[in-house]
């Protein structure tokens, strides 16, 4: 869902310069997953950027139930850019 977002919300709304970044590490039993796109200019800082809609409300539910006290996903929004960064502890 995170990169679904970034195509949904950033890239396919920007017709110029758009792009999607997808970054995933391994080191010893740390996971961390990084998506990061272009944030459209005409598009304002909605209140749900750090929270999430249904589709990061329900990512976070499953992470809770799949991974419980082993995860971290953050949200960063910024006028250009937007980031979502999950890490999870394996």
Do not use: M, W
């Not at 995170?2 to 709304?13: D, T, Y």
């Not at 598009?43 to 999430?52: D, K, L, N, R, Y």
């Not at 992470?63 to 999950?86: G, R, S, V």
């Amino acid at each position: 869902s995170l990169v679904e977002n970034a195509f949904k919300h950033g890239a396919s709304k920007s017709r110029e310069k758009a792009f999607v970044r997808v970054e995933a590490h391994l080191q010893d039993s740390c996971f961390t997953f990084r998506v990061i796109n272009s944030v459209p200019p005409a598009v304002s800082s909605p209140s749900h950027c750090t929270t999430g809609g249904v589709g990061i409300v329900n990512t976070r539910k499953r992470l809770d139930l799949l991974y419980p006290q082993k995860h971290h996903l953050t949200l960063i929004p910024d006028e250009h850019l937007f980031t979502a960064e999950l890490t999870l502890n394996l």
